[in-house]
């Protein structure tokens, strides 16, 4: 006797509700939306400025989230700071300014300051971290945020503390085994996490056919028993949603939930990538079409909670906190050699 | 005092810091209602409950990296690998993550957890039931690495290990667990990390020494002062922090060292040793610095002569130092 | 816009044929049926011994597949011995026996006898290989075989040579990071792969509600784009024929199947474990039940392939075969010290 | 003959085993269509396809795996580790399964494939790009571990590598793919794994490095030359099999041996060669025996002051050559 496991993937679509309504519905103020459009802006203006100063030669390194805006802010919109955990990824800029870090900290990291209060300037721009908002340091090797944020969110629920951990990571990274395992653990002991995959369809240069076997990494969700959001990533509004969503099963009790945003990468994977050898302009063009921050621009106009006036504005005070930024992390203080070889330990 | 063997104060340290802070809780294979394969784990889960002794799923990178998670969000693990062998899987969690959390996060972050692992040969484990893996981690800033040889250590060193701030690799050589018993305080106590211990001092020559290793010395050490050789025998307990001093003191006091360890000699921990010895003592040396390891192969095989071909032994030793003796 | 993922499991179950009608349908003779029967029983007796040879001080160690034995004979007989490649794991004996390996091969491989052709001593008992029968060696680390398999059957693709490859684990071993990897790895490439999954419901004392959050190993499958089969581990003519459709699968190019057997370790873990601490006799007693040899015996007697003085003569061969090998291995020679760092290296 | 630089030696060294032996092929992450992030496969891809010059998901443990099975059945893989600092995930497929595969089996099986990893620091990499990991990896019977340090060196070697039917790690330190050219035969050739090279003769004292610091330690010693100490600079070139030989010849000849590696210096792979000297060369040193190795900390860090600080540097080896030669 035997029976194949046939397994068939049901979609779900969500009636697609005007936006006035799902304003109504998500329970978000008019700051809200520009709140969430400010993070989108503030990141792309600050993603700007860092390619700037890389081919100035003033900064060494960029890698960037230009095109992955509204997953990261929808996414983050979801948590509550200093009390949900954040473990981020390397292109996770927008997430961390929508959590409360400053352009002022990205930028000092940028230049390696020790002000820089992810690493002190140890570690490569883009390693997201800082203590007391709870955004966890993160290293290079990819997916070992995994098991650590399933053993955050097993703490919180042994603790019997109502904390609810995100951690994310791009569609090439789920081919690690601790994706695997990260998600193994999570989904036996119903931790309270939330696992989204930005799915920008490359990693550096591999395409997904050449990753994996399955159309959405969300397919991958049913061999933990959890389910499975394949969401719009370039729909700021869309990801928060389904990210709320997973953020109050997680709440209940009910377990993790992997959500995959769908989004592109517009630029190269990083300063040092020159991604013309890999993909067509054609296609870049195309989802440059698709840009979140344009679309949700347009929304926001449309429905009146943006005119191009108060838009100007903003772009304005964006520029100009990325101008400070810069100037504060240039003038700022490189570290000592003395750091070199404190905090290795306890007592250093 | 009450007599316990290393395996019952493994057992009584984790116990005991289990009842001293809500904190603390253990992770791995088989750590639960089985009580660990070794049986370091035996009656907690009947004591504490499934959540604070969980028993994982079979995944190393996970418990490792699950622990890292804990840590950080104010528990203190105590993660099991059930053997040291199997401790690859976890590699990138434990070199890239633990050891350097503090020190990539300017000291914003920080991980206070255990790993124990039985590790080294002797009980017919074959190549993968056998490993000593401490030349390996005792390099990498950031980790702590102990390698205790007595019970009254062990239960000392596990409770320190416990309160550390730092990530603690806690080896335990498996075939010492039941090898011999020695008076352990009932009472909590710590043993220092980072420090060496004189475990018989000698004139002649010092031997450095670890784990069963380190037993086989002593042994040895008692033949040849029969023959009217004094020998100095150093147990290093910690190999990160390495407690030099005490090593070039030693070193200054005998002229002669020998380093001994099971594990594989080329690259192994006897190495660092040995150099600390030649630059830090050169002046005071009598004789070359004499090293005693493991053979080039991978890991003890499990056919009865080949095992004892791989294994140190109080014979074997005992012409090592005789060889130096005579130099 | 989002959807969700809903992955429903439906169940094939195949019509329930009668055992003659099976039996024509597998392409089966008797003697087929005669020699799966045997190799089953064989693999119970000698593991039988080894307990025995344990218990007696002996032997050092003994890892068994007392119980599994209906999916490890089913499963292996549908390869194509010194062709198709098996990599499998450490409580296979009955596959070794099936695909070729000898009861000498196996009890010399107890004693650490430098005849052992698995590792020529070196290795515990229990880690099967032979080259000529392609039998890959293996190690002790669960699941790294997936990884290798995969491999194994990209060259056979690449070199065009008619090759399949399978590959089996433990239902604990399949949390391993190593075999989302392997199984990622063969299914981008559809590999001529098969992976057996032998789900006897423990890792050691882990029951399976601890180690996945699903009810069936084989719903990991969908996450890889192949096909996940589940059939009754205890029932080897089942067993065959999924086998044999996967390896068909696998021939035609349409890349790996996972299968899943469900069975039951009857006795505890290994010659150092006591499995009253973690399970009921009451439970271990309901499995016993069904043994899969007895109830293949009992098909047989059935159907008329068998009968009592058949049988009788069958174990008693068996027997010998068994004592045989006992008095070969316990006579033969340990290998020299020499030996011991040996082959590290070509040149050694 | 044409002048080139490491990288082009690597590239060449593939393409033409690629060219002569069929099983020859490639796999990594981004060495297909981009050609690698160093561009050490650049061309490849076009000109043997897609199948041997193969772009994998993802996954360390992965590409190691599937490489020995690929090897297991008559290929010669040759693996890419995008960044040494990425290798952890392989730790197991490395350690437990490519090196012991001959042994376990005992000679019946056997993985003839080459792991390539760029490693090091000086690029601005930060903790995760800029690692060495040969002293880990030196320590496992059954690797080689070969760490060239010049344009010729790295094609031959390399040949060698993957014409060998052992499992080797070839290291290539990031930093020097660039820095300089030489001359390198355009006709395939191998370099003899297993041997080291006097790449400088001198009387006054011995250096033993490798890759990066290798090159540095070449220009202290045109330094210290000028000052009038004639210094010895042995590139080690494979440091699993240690050619024990040359070093122990040298040390005899000049009485006094510094070692010198970019890794951090605590159970970094110094210490061996410092131990094969303290022990073989005894009676011959005039000085204790020196290392200079990388710092107390994890990697070299991002910041440009302290990536300096990390760095070694011609000065600071100029600074340990004087104080040996003086000493
Ligand atoms: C373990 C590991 N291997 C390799 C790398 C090098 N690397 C950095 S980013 C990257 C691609 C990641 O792709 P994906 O997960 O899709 O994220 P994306 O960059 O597209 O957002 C690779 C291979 C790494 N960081 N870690
Ligand atoms: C990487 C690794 N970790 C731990 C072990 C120790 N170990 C040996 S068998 C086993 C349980 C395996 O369970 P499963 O995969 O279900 O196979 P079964 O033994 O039940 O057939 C464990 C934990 C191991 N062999 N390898
Ligand atoms: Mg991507
Ligand atoms: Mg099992």
């Known amino acids: 006797m035997h029976r194949e496991v046939q397994v068939k993937t049901v979609e779900l679509p969500l009636p697609q509700t005007r ?24 990141a792309r203006k600050l993603d700007e400025r860092m390619w700037i100063l890389q081919r100035q030669g003033k900064i060494a390194f960029v890698i960037s989230g230009q095109g992955q805006e509204g997953a990261q802010v929808g996414a983050a919109y979801a948590l509550r700071p200093g009390q949900d955990w954040l473990h981020p990824y390397y292109r996770d800029m927008a997430m961390a300014l929508t959590i409360g870090m400053t352009p002022r900290d990205l930028l000092l990291a940028c230049y390696g300051k020790t002000e820089d209060p992810s690493s002190g300037g140890r570690q490569m721009p883009a390693h997201y971290g800082k203590a007391s908002l709870r955004i966890v340091t993160g290293s290079s090797p990819v997916a070992t945020q995994l098991p650590q944020a399933a053993g955050i969110a097993y703490a919180s629920k042994l603790m019997g503390k109502d904390e609810v951990t995100l951690t994310s990571l791009g569609e090439g990274s789920t081919s690690q085994g601790d994706f695997h395992e990260g998600l193994n653990f999570a989904s036996v002991h119903r931790v309270p996490l939330i696992i989204l995959v930005e799915n ?4 550096i240069s591999v395409p997904l056919a050449l990753q994996m076997a399955v159309p959405d990494v969300a397919d991958r969700a049913h061999g933990y028993g959890m389910p499975g959001v394949v969401v719009d990533g370039n729909d700021v509004l869309a990801v928060y949603e389904v990210t709320q969503a997973a953020h109050e099963r997680a709440r209940r009790g009910e377990g993790p939930t992997l959500i995959e945003a769908k989004t592109y990468r517009l630029i190269p994977h990083s300063s040092d990538d020159d991604d013309r050898v890999y993909r067509s302009r054609e296609e870049v063009a195309e989802w440059r079409k698709r840009d979140p921050i344009v679309r949700f621009q347009q929304t926001l106009l449309d429905v009146g909670v943006l005119d191009p006036a108060r838009d100007q504005e903003l772009r304005a005070s964006i520029d100009e906190q990325v101008n400070d930024a810069t100037q504060y992390a240039e003038a700022a203080a490189f570290p000592t050699i003395e750091e070199g070889d404190r905090f290795v330990y306890a007592d250093d | 005092m ?3 063997t290393m395996i019952e104060a493994v057992q009584e340290a984790i116990r005991q810091e289990m009842e001293r802070d809500s904190r603390v ?6 750590v639960g209602r089985k009580g660990g394969v070794f049986g370091a784990t035996r009656g907690l889960f009947e004591k504490f409950g499934g959540e604070r002794v969980l028993d994982t799923p079979l995944a190393e990178s996970a418990i490792v990296g699950s622990a890292i998670g804990m840590a950080l969000n104010g528990l203190r693990p105590v993660a099991e690998i059930q053997f040291a062998d199997f401790i690859w899987p976890a590699a990138n969690q434990i070199i890239s993550e633990a050891a350097r959390i503090r020190y990539r996060s300017n000291n914003t972050f920080s991980v206070p957890m255990v790993i124990r692992a039985p590790y080294g040969a002797g009980i017919h484990g074959g190549l993968y039931h056998s490993q000593s893996i401490e030349a390996f981690f005792a390099h990498v800033p950031g980790l702590v690495v102990i390698t205790p040889s007595s019970p009254y250590d062990t239960k000392g060193l596990l409770m320190a290990a416990i309160r550390s701030d730092d990530p603690v690799l806690f080896l335990e050589h498996k075939k010492t667990y039941r090898m011999l018993r020695e008076e352990v305080p009932e009472a909590p106590y710590t043993v220092p990390i980072g420090t060496a211990k004189i475990v018989r001092e000698g004139r002649d020559l010092s031997v450095f020494s670890y784990g069963l290793s380190l037993l086989y010395a002593r042994e040895a050490a008692d033949t040849l002062a029969q023959e009217g050789i004094d020998t100095e025998v150093v147990d290093l307990r910690t190999l990160r922090p390495l407690d030099t001093a005490t090593i070039l003191q030693s070193v200054r006091k005998t002229g002669k060292a020998l380093i001994l360890h099971e594990d594989t000699q080329f690259g192994g921990f006897g190495a660092e040793v040995a150099a600390v010895i030649a630059q830090g003592a050169f002046e005071y040396l009598d004789a070359p610095v004499m090293r005693q390891g493991g053979p080039e192969a991978p890991a003890a095989p499990f056919s009865k002569p080949l ?21």
Chains 1, 3 share one sequence.
Do not use: C, H
Not at chain 1, 20 to 35: H, W, Y
Not at chain 2, 25 to 30: A, F, P, T
Not at chain 2, 307 to 327: H, N, T
């Open chain 1, 19 to 42: 936006l006035d309504n799902r304003v109504a519905d998500l329970g978000f103020t008019e700051s809200d939306l520009l709140r969430m459009y400010e993070k989108m802006l503030l």
């Open chain 1, 200 to 203: 920008n369809q490359y990693a």
């Open chain 2, 2 to 4: 009450p007599v316990k």
């Open chain 2, 307 to 327: 095992e004892e071909w791989w294994m140190p032994s109080p014979a074997k030793i005992a012409d090592a130092m005789r060889e130096l003796a005579e130099y």
């Open chain 2, 25 to 30: 809780m253990v992770l791995g294979e088989d």
